[in-house]
Every structure is written in structure tokens, then in C-alpha cells.
């Protein structure tokens, strides 16, 4: 073969080698559980929500709270904090999504607490973290 020759197909393999590349990066971003492909690791984000008492309300220590969290497949991903204490929660499945309910910590007392929620997964695009401003009065 000629060196013109040799020229072209070298050209023509590397541009086809970018396009497939190309459009191997592009085609994940559709909307869907498989997002990235349709590889085993995608994740859809978890979402949180609903957050009672609402924010920037006052409550009492030992008020109760709850919050909605879609898209987990276990509890056991969701941690809460409040002013940075940790808090028991308790999860009930609802489907499609799971009711979580805590209480305000006792020694936390006219002061205001973010009650903040992560949820934790084996990748980081699939984790979430929200959460509220709570103002609690001295009882």
C-alpha cells in the first residue's frame, strides 16, 4: 500500500474511534433509573422531603420530627443529626417511599438545630444529604 493510502485509514479508524467514544459519554444523559448506559451501578438519587415540623418553626426538646426519603433500598442508609447530635430514627416503608421519625435531643434547649439527614450509598453520585432549621424554646 501507498503512504496516501496508509494516511487515510488511520484517519478514518481515529475519527471513528472519537465518535464511538462520543457517544458512549453522551448517551447516559437521558432520565431513568440507568442513566448512565444501562450499567448494574446506576443509581437514581435518593430525594428527601416533606419535612415536619416545617422550617424555621419552634418546637419543645423531645418534640417529634419526621421527613420523606424516596429512592433508598434500606434504612439503614439514612443518618440524622441535630446541632450535630446524633438521633435515633425510626423507618417505616410506605411505598414508594420510607417515613422517618426522630425527636428533638432534651439537652438542646432555646436554641435553633438543622436537622440534617445523609444518605449514604456505595457510590457517590447515588447520596443525598438535606435537611431543616428548627427553633426550640426553652420547654
Known amino acids: 500500500m501507498t503512504k496516501p493510502i496508509l494516511l487515510t485509514l488511520f484517519l478514518l479508524t481515529c475519527s471513528f474511534n472519537i465518535a464511538t467514544q462520543a457517544s458512549e459519554h453522551h448517551s447516559g444523559h437521558g432520565g431513568g433509573k440507568t442513566s448512565g448506559g444501562g450499567s448494574a451501578s ?3 438519587k435518593p430525594r ?3 419535612f415536619l415540623p416545617p422550617h424555621l418553626a ?3 426538646p423531645k418534640s417529634e420530627f419526621s421527613f420523606l426519603v424516596f ?3 434500606k ?12 438521633v435515633d430514627v425510626v423507618a417505616e ?11 428533638i435531643p432534651n439537652s438542646l434547649v432555646d436554641t435553633a438545630a438543622r436537622v440534617n439527614i445523609k444518605v449514604t450509598a456505595k457510590s457517590s453520585h447515588c ?12 420547654k
Not at 434504612?75 to 446524633?86: A, D, L, R, Y
Not at 447520596?127 to 426553652?138: P, V
Open 93 to 103: 416503608f410506605k411505598d414508594p417511599y420510607y417515613l422517618f421519625k426522630g425527636k
Open 42 to 44: 446506576s443509581c437514581e
Open 127 to 138: 447520596e443525598a444529604e438535606d435537611g431543616w432549621l428548627l427553633k426550640i424554646s426553652d
Open 48 to 50: 428527601l422531603g416533606k
Open 71 to 73: 429512592n433508598i433500598d
Open 58 to 60: 419552634t418546637v419543645t
Open 75 to 86: 434504612p439503614e442508609q439514612v443518618s440524622v443529626t441535630v446541632k450535630n447530635i446524633p
